[in-house]
């Protein structure tokens, strides 16, 4: 039987229709194979502008998070090169202080570490060294483990901890070849992609339109590498990923071992209010991935409109990329075509 997905490439024509973004690629599988690969709209508004293929090539903001600094941080507990239960300042000296002593490992990747969500610190600040001392300096907005806040601030410093030698990319390089992940999934993306990567916000604090270019200024002030945002690549290379995941979860060998992923995958309990898990979010009704994924179901989503949901209980992933920050950041459509996005593939898997 060929699924057509009618309801869900309808919602998606609409989208573009309505401007929630200039373009989309989808990818929807299964731990052995895609079942649904599509490209939608153009990479701009303009009427010459080049159609979005297969290949076009996103800036995938916070999936970064997901795809490199909690599998890297997976593989360091593996390798015992730290341990969820470390703290902070055993890692990181600067990191000193009565309110933070208690604060770990764990509690950064969960994002109930007391850390504010985000500061502008590219406007006086740049480089590893300077972003350290100012993330340490930072008060906490609450005490740790008692609230979550979604924290960039989090997943930087524990980028800086993932890679003291300052080689976060190329440990992330070294981890693809054991997930056997496409190499259209880097920092820094080479100049050969930039006539198939589509376009982010036009930046007035650079200048310029922004090509091949992380749109994230924190991530840019910090050389286009960081643990919370980077990542280019394309709607396959994301399917790559989940697909791995879903192999280990299903119990055949992979990058990490099958309890370590579960780990990582399952809600943190004991912090009030949250839906966190280990870089990852889980399911809720409310949530970007809709109403009809199973409890067991986690994800993440990525400022400038891209996301990835993987439910193992359904043995399904859902990888919907879009540059929704085209050519303005103010456009929050994609709020709603999310989840609407979610519950229409599954309508239509079931039809």
Known sequence: MTLSFTNARELLHRAIVERAFPSAVVEVGTET??????????????????PATLDTIYDLASLTKVLSTTPLAMRALENGALALADPVASHVTRWAGADRATVTIHDLLAHCSGL???????????????????????????????????????????????????????????????????????????????????PAHRDPWRGRLLIGE???????????????????????????????????????????????????????????????????????PTSSC?????????????????????DPERQLYFVLLTNRVYPGRDNDAIARVRPAFHDAVIDDLQM
């Not at 749109?215 to 643990?227: I, P, Q, R």
């Open 290 to 310: 809709g109403t009809r994924l199973s409890p067991r179901a986690f994800g993440h989503t990525g400022f400038t409109g891209t996301s990835l949901w993987i």
């Open 33 to 50: 194979r895609p079942l649904w690969q599509e490209a939608f709209g153009a990479l701009t508004y303009d009427a010459a502008a080049p």
């Open 116 to 198: 504010p969500g985000h500061r502008h610190f590219y406007r006086d600040r740049s480089g590893r060294d300077a972003f350290e001392e100012a993330i340490c300096r930072e008060p906490l907005e609450y005490a740790p483990r008692t609230r979550s806040i979604y924290s960039d601030l989090g997943f930087m410093l524990l980028g800086f901890i993932l890679a003291p030698d300052d080689a976060l990319a190329a440990r992330f390089d070294a981890l693809k070849q054991q997930t056997r992940s496409a190499q259209d999934l880097q920092f820094h993306p080479p100049a050969i992609w930039r006539h198939r990567t589509a």
């Open 214 to 284: 992380v749109d994230d200024e924190n991530a840019w002030a910090l050389g286009g590498v960081a643990g919370h945002a980077g990542l280019f690549g394309t709607a396959a290379a994301v399917g790559d990923q989940a697909r791995h995941l879903l192999q280990v979860l299903a119990g055949r060998t992979g990058a990490y071992r099958r309890e370590t992923t579960e780990r990582f995958v399952a809600r943190v309990p004991d912090v009030p209010g949250s839906s966190r898990a280990l870089g990852w979010d889980t399911m809720l």
